[in-house]
């Protein structure tokens, strides 16, 4: 299991910092699961982000959500791959409080 703290990834601005390689592969992945696991409004069954790990033919979106102790989580079914996420809340992906204007 992946534990990732979300700022790790992130630059002062609070943008992806990686700019390429492996490491730009999992920031964009890992914002794309905080994105749809704290959408709450999203509509229907919208799938999750393709998993990072799976060869292209076997790739499958991953299910993700939101835990008891408020990590995102995600697990993708056809590799077994899982993780999860911290500190995530106030980030550019943290879709949890809507769309309002403050
Ligand atoms: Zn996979």
């Given at each position: 299991?992946?534990?990732?703290d979300l700022r790790h990834f992130l630059?002062?601005k609070?943008?992806?910092?990686?700019?390429r390689?492996?490491a730009?592969?999992?920031?964009?992945?890992?914002?794309?699961v905080?994105?749809?696991?704290?959408?709450?409004?999203?509509?229907g069954?919208?799938?999750?982000?393709l998993?990072?790990?799976?060869?292209?033919r076997?790739?499958?979106?991953?299910?993700?959500s939101?835990s008891?102790?408020?990590l995102?989580v995600w697990?993708c079914?056809?590799?077994?791959?899982?993780?999860?996420?911290d500190h995530?809340q106030g980030s550019?992906?943290?879709?949890?409080?809507?769309?309002?204007a403050?």
């Open positions: 299991m992946y534990v990732i630059d002062t609070g943008a992806i910092a990686p700019e390689g492996p730009r592969r999992m920031a964009d992945f890992v914002t794309a905080v994105s749809h696991a704290s959408d709450y409004d999203r509509c069954d919208a799938p999750g982000p998993c990072f790990r799976c060869r292209v076997d790739r499958l979106p991953v299910e993700t939101i008891s102790d408020d995102v697990q079914l056809a590799c077994g791959t899982s993780g999860q996420v995530w550019f992906w943290d879709l949890s409080q809507g769309l309002q403050d």
